[in-house]
């Protein structure tokens, strides 16, 4: 079993900075690779960036170039670095990590971009 507990959400204006965080504990041994997801109000869960064990990243194009996902191994904890926010990136956001055959996931931190 994997534990995620995420953090730093909350509301911000347009063209902001936020910095998300999710620690993992448990048999983080297993994890492959985490990643942060989101659901805009209304929508569909979707993909943000992920990061691999070996620090590989993989970003959605709507936040390349503005988001960055990190991970500090010796805490067991990834980092979303969320820069020029826009209204649009308004959403709960999820983060997952991937073990073989089964993923787990955080509670989810509200973002809100508005002025």
């Known amino acids: 079993q994997v534990r995620l507990v995420e953090s730093g959400g909350g509301l911000v204006q347009p063209g902001g900075s936020l910095r998300l965080s999710c620690a993992a504990s448990?048999?983080?041994?297993?994890?492959?690779?985490m990643g942060w997801y989101r659901q805009p109000p209304g929508k569909q869960r979707e993909l943000v960036a992920t990061?691999?064990?070996?620090?590989?990243?993989n970003y959605a194009d709507s936040v390349k170039g503005r988001f960055a996902i990190s991970r500090d191994n010796a805490k067991n904890t990834v980092y979303l670095q969320m820069n020029s926010l826009k209204p649009e990136d308004t959403a709960v956001y999820y983060c997952?990590?991937?073990?073989?055959?089964?993923?787990?996931w955080g509670q989810g931190t509200q973002v809100t971009v508005s002025s």
């Open positions: 990061i691999a064990s070996g620090g590989v990243t």
């Open positions: 448990g048999t983080i041994f297993s994890i492959i690779t």
């Open positions: 997952k990590a991937n073990s073989v055959g089964i993923g787990y």
